[in-house]
């Protein structure tokens, strides 16, 4: 009995013995091994585990991670910090974990990845069926870095520069930020960090970045200066963008550069020069010198005479929409200044809000360097003396945004006279200004323009063209040439000027309305203005229409006659006018074909060839001519003498016939034997 009962316990023996090799192997053939652990996401606070084999998991027991030397273990409740929890995977081969960071701190760092970062599983939890324990495999970061790893926290701007005004030193400070994802890829080179510039001048360069400041992740550069060549721009626009060279050695990642997108960073550098340098901007006095409105004839009356600053200020926000020049300007009128040269005109005057005073004497001469006139308000103030020994007015500030100017003269006064007024006498004023490139507050010189008011001859009076007509016809208008920069034609009916002709309209045509009979001559007056607004009125011209009478019917009357011609003979015609009106010359005409040279008041007839039927048309006096009714007709008859042939002789018998013919000719129409 006792053999039976070993044996049956050595049997048992075996049978669990069998049982534990099988599930022993049968373990080790299924148990999932981690093969590779990375940390990629963008967060940079996933763990992604990969496994041999798929398992499932429901929670993070068991697991635990080492983070730059900080472990992270797993807690069920997710408040207690450092901490690991499971996020997706179960049923694969590839499991999620995240870590839970104490705050501030929501990632890995560079500093945690030169440390180490690693994952382990003690084999006790619910990672199955029957995980092992493995551990502690160490994780990477192996993501390619690309443009996208950039933050978007980036800045450019200028470091130092010369100004806003060409010519023009800059240097530029620019970084961009690198996320954490790519910082901690085992591909980030950072010593590799580069920008290219572009400078907006057709120049550019590529420089070397640093982080700043250190484990920022923020490279940053403040470039070398750059001076900008002086140009006709109003801005120059700096372009930058950054770029990664591939470390030695690394055939996965590749060298790139981000030239487009939110990457691309502007900067818009304002390069402006004075208001009469650049783009948009001129820099004039309106109404400029030599306009017709600045022009005065000698002897005229100058009254309230203003002149308007009309700049337009340069790099203005029509020509610059980025970056106008819009910043502070200043101007100053000064008055009776002789830049452009030549004689002044006497006692000009300005008006100081009500107060007059005189800027040149009664000879033209610029009044003393002492000035007793506040140019603020007008007031009475003790007398003072200026740089320009000038008059000058007050400072007008034009602050920012300076848009346009503002500044007009105050108005100028002169009482005309015809002596010493004379022709090319002027009167000038003198324009400053300042801006941003020459500014009034650091003492620098301004910029000026002038214009002036001049005195001028009298025009000479407009050139006539007369009109003659005859009764009948059409009446055409009178007119008159004018003069160069003629501007106004004033008619008049008398030669005192002080009747307006009627319906005259300040044109050099007229149409005067007078009708085309009976004869008459009408004189009209005819003014020209030169100078536009200020009426420089030339002398009266005479112009005429002259609408001369038509002569009456002539009559004809003869001395002789009709007769045959003898070589002596003659028959005069004569025409009588019927005088009045005047008759200046005739044409006669036989057969009603007018006969050449005959064109006094007789006609002399005394050949065969003249006879036939005359009549005759006076004409009126020059310019016109106007030619008479023609006249009755009157016939003249030269006959030719008669001619005949003398009959041949004839010898005949007695008792014969004899017969004689004979042939008429010239004038011969009857024969008698």
Same mark, same amino acid.
């Given at each position: ?318 020509? !610059? ?70 008059? !000058? ?34 009167? !000038? ?18 910029? !000026? ?225």
């Amino acid at each position: 009995m006792a053999t039976s009962i070993i044996r049956k316990f050595k049997k048992t023996i075996s049978v669990l013995a069998s049982l534990f090799i099988i599930g022993f192997y049968s373990q080790i053939l299924n148990a999932q091994i981690i093969t590779n652990v990375q940390y990629i996401t963008s967060g940079q606070n996933i763990l992604t585990v990969t496994l041999s084999a798929p398992v499932t998991i429901t929670s993070a027991a068991g697991w635990s991670a080492n983070v730059g030397g900080v472990l992270y273990p797993y807690n069920v409740n997710p408040l207690i910090r450092p901490n690991i929890q499971y996020l997706s995977g179960s049923g694969t081969n590839v499991l999620q974990f995240q870590l839970l960071f104490v705050g501030p701190k929501t990632s890995i760092t560079p500093d945690d990845v030169a440390i180490g970062v690693n994952i382990s599983y003690n084999g006790t939890g619910n990672t199955g069926p029957g995980m092992p324990a493995a551990g502690p495999i160490a994780a990477i970061n192996d993501v390619i870095i690309d443009c996208t790893m950039l933050t978007g926290v980036q800045n450019i701007g200028t470091n130092s520069s010369t100004g806003s005004c060409q010519p023009l030193t800059v240097k530029m400070k620019i970084n961009w930020t690198w996320s954490m994802q790519a910082r901690n890829s085992i591909h980030f080179n950072t010593t590799g960090i580069y920008l290219t510039i572009i400078w907006g001048d057709a120049t550019s360069g590529s420089y070397q970045m640093t982080e700043t400041p250190v484990n920022s992740g923020t490279y940053e550069i403040i470039t070398i200066s750059h001076t900008y060549p002086i140009s006709n721009v109003c801005t120059y626009t700096v372009n930058a963008y950054p770029l990664m060279l591939a470390k030695g050695g690394d055939a996965v990642q590749p060298t790139f550069a981000c030239p487009t997108g939110t990457s691309r960073q502007t900067y818009v550098l304002p390069a402006y020069r004075l208001d009469n340098q650049l783009l948009g901007g001129s820099f004039n006095i309106t109404p400029a010198t030599g306009a017709p409105i600045t022009l005065y004839c000698v002897g005229t009356n100058i009254n309230g005479f203003i002149f308007t600053d009309a700049t337009i200020f340069n790099c203005n926000i029509g020509v !610059e929409p980025s970056r106008p020049n819009q910043d502070m300007r200043w101007t100053q009128f000064i008055y009776g200044t002789n830049v452009i040269g030549g004689a002044r005109i006497a006692n000009v005057f300005i008006n100081v809000y009500g107060t007059p005073v005189q800027l040149t004497d009664a000879s033209g001469n610029p009044m003393p360097n002492s000035w007793t006139v506040n140019p603020l308000d007008g007031t009475t103030v003790g007398a003072y003396s200026t740089p320009s020994t000038f008059f !000058e007015g007050p400072i007008v500030v034009i602050p920012s945004p300076a848009l346009g100017p503002s500044a007009q003269t105050y108005p100028i006064n002169h009482t005309g006279n015809f002596s010493p007024d004379a022709a090319n006498q002027k009167f !000038e004023v003198t324009l400053r200004n300042w801006g941003p490139c020459n500014k009034y507050t650091d003492f620098v010189a301004p910029i !000026e323009t002038q214009s002036q008011l001049r005195l001028i001859v009298s025009p000479a009076a407009p050139t006539p063209n007369n009109q003659n007509i005859c009764v009948g016809s059409p009446v055409p208008a009178l007119t008159v040439t004018g003069a160069p920069g003629a501007t106004a034609f004033y008619w008049y009916s008398n030669p005192g000027l002080t009747i307006v002709a009627p319906g005259s309209n300040n044109t050099n045509t007229y149409n005067t309305g007078i009708p085309n009979t009976p004869a008459s001559t009408t004189p009209f007056y005819v003014t020209q203005v030169v100078g536009g607004v200020n009426a420089c009125v030339s002398p009266a011209t005479t112009v005429v229409l002259t609408i001369n009478p038509i002569p009456n019917q002539p009559t004809i009357t003869r001395n002789n006659p009709d007769f045959c011609f003898d070589g002596v003979s003659s028959i005069i015609l004569t025409a009588n006018p019927a005088a009045p009106p005047a008759v200046s010359s005739y044409q006669w005409y036989r057969n009603g074909v007018a006969v050449g040279g005959a064109t006094s008041s007789t006609i002399t007839l005394s050949t065969v060839a003249q006879s036939g039927n005359y009549t005759v048309r006076s004409y009126g006096i020059a310019p016109t001519n106007c030619p008479s009714p023609v006249s009755a007709a009157t016939t003249v008859n030269i006959w030719a003498l008669a001619t005949a042939t003398a009959p041949a002789n004839a010898a005949v018998c007695q008792g014969n016939v004899a017969s004689f013919a004979i042939t008429a000719g010239g004038g011969a129409n009857n024969i008698q034997w």
